[in-house]
Each structure stands twice: as structure tokens, then as C-alpha cells.
């Protein structure tokens, strides 16, 4: 059955840097656009970075461009976030989730999250 | 930046039924689909591409498109559909591509 397991969140003070990782498994990965969504306690969905299946076109949120960082290695079936320059309104738990085979397509599967607190 | 509205919240009695309404300009142009979240979980998918229903949800959710308004109908309440409901389109025709609306809590009261 598909699985996406997130990893990598925890405590970071503002300013610091974070990589979270998703293990993905059960489908073809490298067929599948990808996308990082964040909900903030309490809050609404946010979403926040989207790749292409091959990584060649990469989309972000405003609030998060120009720090955080959207990857993908098809070989190893992962997903990861570089997140740079945290601020305390990054707090959030962070989901990743599979997009479908085209851009447009739902997000039909989702990790179970991993939560990312910013704060000194 | 394109904005989807929702209700915060909708309140039905079980076995009624229970509409979650999205509004956007011209929503009816897009795509629209619909996530269920109960608490501690994650998002799952109930309705996509406006109408259709991925495979193991139930017949009682259903979804229409159409103008300024998109709409996730749940027919005949049960007490196990309380949750948080989101509606998300693509917006292709900005930079800001993925929009979630706010999010409607459904209470079966």
C-alpha cells in the first residue's frame, strides 16, 4: 500500500536551517508530481512547494520563497525540504503529499505529517 | 492572489444533509477538489475534479462546480463525518498555484 513517512522536524531557533525528508513507498514515485503542505496549530491547510515528477519545474508559496528549497531524488523514492532562515510563523505541521501523474491533479495520498517549531 | 471562501462552520442532525459551500471568482472554470481532516490526522481525499469520488468513500459525498460557487454535499450525516473540510483548486493562471480555502468545520449535532 503507499506510504509517505516524514521525517526531520523538531526545535529550531529562528533564523536556523532544517532538511526534512519524506520516504515514499507503494507507487512509482518518480511518476508523481510531489507537494510540501503546512498547517499551523490550529490553522488551515497552506500549501507551500510543488515539483514535477522529474524535478525540472519547481513552484513555491511567497511566503516561503527564496528560503526553503524543494528536492527530490527518484532513485532513492524520497522527497525533501531545505528550510532556511526560519521564522517563528514557519511553526507548522508539515505534510508531504503525492500529486497525482499530472499537474492539477488531488493530492491522494498524504504523510502523516511532521511538526516544525520555530522559537527561542 | 485567487482566494477560496468557506463557512468556518456548518451544523447538521444526523441522517440530514449537510452542504459545504467554496467560493472563488469563476470557481467554475477550475478544478476543484475536497479534503476531509479529523483531528490529530491527516487530510484524505473525498472529492475530486469537482464531482468525482475516490474509492472507498462513501455515495453520500458528492460535489458540484459551477459560476462563483463550488459545493461538497454530504447526504445523510452520520456522526463519523465531524471534520474539518477544505476545498483546493490549481490556479494556473498566477505564480500562487495551489490555493487551499479556510477550511469548514462540520458538527453533527
Known amino acids: 500500500q503507499v506510504q509517505l513517512v516524514e521525517s526531520g522536524g523538531g526545535l529550531v531557533k529562528p533564523g536556523g536551517s532544517l532538511r526534512l525528508s519524506c520516504a515514499a513507498s507503494g507507487f512509482t514515485f518518480s511518476d508523481y508530481y510531489m507537494s510540501w503542505i503546512r498547517q499551523a496549530p490550529g490553522k488551515g491547510l497552506e500549501w507551500v512547494s510543488y515539483i514535477s515528477s522529474s524535478g525540472s519545474t519547481i513552484y513555491y508559496a511567497d511566503s516561503v520563497k527564496g528560503r526553503f528549497t524543494i528536492s527530490r531524488d527518484n532513485a532513492k523514492n524520497s522527497l525533501y525540504l531545505q528550510m532556511n532562515s526560519l521564522r517563528a510563523e514557519d511553526t507548522a505541521v508539515y505534510y508531504c503529499?503525492?500529486?497525482?501523474?499530472?499537474?492539477?491533479?488531488?493530492?491522494?495520498?498524504w504523510g502523516q505529517g511532521t511538526l516544525v517549531t520555530v522559537s527561542s | 492572489s485567487y482566494v477560496l471562501t468557506q463557512p468556518p462552520s456548518v451544523s447538521v442532525a444526523p441522517g440530514k444533509t449537510a452542504r459545504i459551500t467554496c467560493g472563488g471568482n469563476n470557481i467554475g472554470s477550475k478544478s476543484v477538489h475536497w479534503y476531509q481532516q479529523k483531528p490529530g490526522q491527516a487530510p484524505v481525499l473525498v472529492i475530486y475534479?469537482?464531482?468525482d469520488r475516490p474509492s472507498g468513500i462513501p455515495e453520500r459525498f458528492s460535489g458540484s462546480n459551477s459560476g462563483n460557487t463550488a459545493t461538497l454535499t454530504i447526504s445523510r450525516v452520520e456522526a463519523g463525518d465531524e471534520a474539518d473540510y477544505y476545498c483546493?483548486?490549481?490556479?494556473?493562471?498566477?505564480?500562487?498555484?495551489?490555493?487551499f480555502g479556510g477550511g469548514t468545520k462540520l458538527t453533527v449535532l
Open positions: 483546493q483548486v490549481w490556479d494556473s493562471s498566477s505564480d500562487h498555484l495551489l490555493v
Open positions: 503529499a503525492s500529486g497525482g501523474a499530472v499537474a492539477g491533479d488531488p493530492f491522494d495520498y
Open positions: 475534479y469537482d464531482s
